[in-house]
């Protein structure tokens, strides 16, 4: 097909011993998974540390030091998916009395797998489509099991019109209801913090929240859709000026709270990172070429 340009990968990428930490569950767990061998002064359970004068899990992070885990190299990931790439130009002929071109550009991918083993004990978890404080290594980053980018630029002239999709797939929290197993996908019915049923078939679930007065489901993030729209003025072979609007409809980040992440990845009840926070924003710039 003349103009049509396309690639697909298959990728397979393991890494033995990497530098990780434990994560939240895997510290937790092997404190209370062994709870009648644990004791305040196990050193499973010294990783705990609470407020010295009042016993408390929460608080001023100068007087409680929370979860404290050790970096190691012994550490496992493994991930494998797909990439698809698409690049398709055709000459229009004249448009408004200029000749016109169109560009397309995709640029896809699939998430079949991503494994994370922090330490050798901890569960093998897998944490494609998912959120949670255990989920998002490395760096933080959440992973959605589909994402793409498509470009459509439309030139006419010396004007370019280009409108840029984004997609991000949809997600839900991590549920680990047994850490002998990499995810539970039962019928047995649970609850969750404030005694609220789980819905569907989830072990374990957060806790609703509100926002604006309105119940906001923590579980659960839908897909994502964001469009930037581009305008580029090529005033002459030397000069252009180029107009941006991001985020062309507004669109919100989804609200998760502030205990659905780690601190660094889950700021302000969502994950910046990932989604934008910042909504409708206009940017301006020239270039000038010697």
Same mark, same amino acid.
């Given at each position: 097909?003349?103009?049509?340009?396309? /690639?697909?990968?298959?990728?397979?990428?393991?890494? &033995?011993?990497?530098?990780?930490?434990?994560?939240?569950?895997?510290?937790?767990?092997?404190?209370?998974?062994?709870? /009648? +061998?644990?004791?305040?002064?196990?050193?499973?359970? !010294?990783?705990?540390?609470? &407020?010295?004068? /009042?016993?408390?899990?929460?608080?001023?992070?100068?007087?409680?030091?929370?979860?404290?885990?050790?970096?190691?190299?012994?550490?496992?990931? /493994?991930?494998?998916?797909?990439?698809?790439?698409?690049?398709?130009?055709?000459?229009?002929?004249?448009?408004? &009395? +200029?000749?016109?071109?169109?560009?397309?550009?995709?640029?896809?991918?699939?998430?079949?797998?991503?494994?994370?083993?922090?330490?050798?004990?901890?569960?093998?978890?897998?944490?494609?489509?998912?959120?949670?404080?255990?989920?998002?290594?490395?760096?933080?980053?959440?992973?959605?099991?589909?994402? =793409?980018? #498509?470009? !459509? !630029?439309?030139?006419?002239?010396?004007?370019?019109?280009?409108?840029?999709?984004?997609?991000?797939?949809?997600?839900?929290?991590?549920?680990?209801?047994?850490?002998?197993? #990499?995810?539970?996908?039962?019928?047995?019915?649970?609850?969750?913090?404030?005694?609220?049923?789980?819905?569907?078939?989830?072990? =374990?679930?957060?806790?609703?929240?509100?926002?604006?007065?309105?119940?906001?489901?923590?579980?659960?993030?839908?897909?994502?859709?964001?469009?930037?729209?581009? !305008?580029?003025?090529?005033?002459? #072979?030397?000069?252009?000026?180029? =107009?941006?609007?991001? &985020?062309?409809?507004?669109?919100?980040?989804?609200?998760?709270?502030?205990?659905?992440?780690?601190?660094?990845?889950?700021?302000?009840?969502? =994950?910046?990172?990932?989604?934008?926070?910042?909504? %409708? %924003?206009?940017?301006?710039?020239?270039?000038?070429?010697?």
């Amino acid at each position: 097909m003349p103009g049509l340009s396309a /690639t697909i990968d298959y990728y397979h990428i393991k890494v &033995n011993h990497a530098i990780t930490l434990p994560t939240p569950d895997d510290l937790i767990q092997a404190c209370f998974g062994n709870i /009648t +061998a644990a004791s305040a002064t196990d050193p499973a359970c !010294t990783v705990i540390r609470r &407020n010295t004068a /009042t016993g408390a899990l929460e608080g001023n992070p100068l007087e409680v030091g929370g979860l404290f885990g050790i970096l190691t190299n012994s550490g496992k990931i /493994t991930t494998d998916g797909v990439d698809v790439t698409l690049d398709y130009r055709r000459n229009l002929g004249t448009i408004l &009395n +200029a000749p016109a071109k169109l560009a397309i550009n995709f640029g896809g991918n699939w998430t079949h797998s991503q494994k994370f083993r922090a330490i050798p004990t901890s569960i093998n978890r897998e944490c494609v489509g998912l959120y949670s404080a255990n989920c998002g290594f490395p760096g933080g980053q959440l992973l959605p099991k589909y994402t =793409f980018n #498509e470009r !459509t !630029t439309l030139s006419l002239g010396r004007v370019d019109l280009s409108l840029l999709w984004r997609y991000i797939g949809k997600m839900r929290y991590e549920f680990a209801g047994d850490p002998n197993l #990499e995810l539970f996908h039962g019928t047995v019915q649970s609850t969750n913090a404030a005694g609220v049923p789980c819905p569907g078939s989830i072990v =374990f679930c957060s806790v609703p929240g509100t926002l604006n007065g309105a119940t906001v489901d923590f579980n659960h993030i839908k897909a994502h859709h964001y469009f930037d729209f581009t !305008t580029r003025f090529n005033v002459n #072979e030397h000069f252009d000026l180029t =107009f941006t609007v991001m &985020n062309l409809f507004d669109k919100d980040p989804p609200i998760v709270g502030n205990t659905a992440g780690s601190t660094s990845a889950n700021s302000g009840g969502t =994950f910046p990172a990932l989604y934008d926070p910042l909504g %409708r %924003r206009f940017a301006a710039s020239a270039r000038i070429k010697f």
